[in-house]
């Protein structure tokens, strides 16, 4: 049982570059959601799903995009990558949605220089 | 949207209590807590559903107050291995389905 799975763990991409984060969880959740965490700061909720074919965005969508056409992947792709996306990334799932607790991903570094 | 929580940082040393506090400004349908050490993903600590449910796991535990739309974490007789950053998450229903938001983070440090 693999839970959550993200590739790649390390990317860096030049400014302007476009790239998609992989996301796959094999544990039939409904709920998947994008996490970004600036150094020594808090996770920030920038896309999720509750179920596939529907999105929605979080708190800074800007920059991103989405799409869940299986239950199990959720890529998050980045148009036109900028310095201000240097972050970690998390991935997270959980079932029904309320009142289960997040699975986390272990997450991808990306730097944008 | 981002829960706010209170201190932003804490030295303990082992042996030492600590309270961690957590505020949101939309009404709460679940409050959870989660602890990260550096370079790794949050851990999941408790679940808390209902107002006023408390909750334990070993020394730590949790209240929630629905009506204040709070939740406090207590740690108590700190051990070295709870150093790390300290994350509430909150549950808010929209139309489109649940949002989860973390908190701002509480860094704990607990030394000898």
């Known amino acids: 049982n693999a839970g959550v799975t993200q590739t790649p763990k390390f990317r860096i991409l030049k400014i302007g570059q476009s790239m998609t984060l992989q996301c796959t969880q094999d544990m039939n959740h409904n709920y998947m959601y994008w996490y970004r965490q600036d150094p020594g700061m808090g996770l920030k909720l920038i896309y999720y799903s509750v179920g596939a074919g529907i999105t929605d965005k979080g708190e800074v969508p800007n920059g991103y995009n989405v799409s869940r056409s299986t239950t199990e992947d959720f890529p998050l792709r980045l148009e036109l990558a900028a310095p201000s996306q240097t972050s970690v990334y998390f991935c997270?799932?959980?079932?029904?949605?309320?009142?289960?607790?997040?699975?986390f991903g272990s997450g991808t570094q990306l730097s944008v220089l | 949207q981002q829960p706010v929580q209170s201190p932003q940082a804490v030295i303990l040393r082992e042996g030492e209590d600590a309270v961690i506090n957590c505020s949101s400004s939309?009404?709460?349908?679940?409050v959870h807590w989660y602890r990260q050490k550096h370079g790794e993903a949050p851990v999941f600590l408790m679940i808390l559903l209902k107002g006023g449910e408390q909750k334990g796991h070993e020394k730590i535990s949790a209240s929630f107050n629905e009506k204040k739309q709070q939740s406090s974490l207590y740690l108590t007789a700190s051990q070295l291995s709870y150093s790390g950053t300290y994350f509430c998450g909150t549950e808010t229903r929209k139309n489109t389905g649940n949002q989860f938001y973390f908190g701002t983070g509480t860094s704990l440090t607990v030394i000898p």
């Open positions: 997270a799932s959980s079932y029904v949605g309320s009142g289960e607790k997040l699975f």
């Open positions: 939309k009404a709460l349908y679940s």
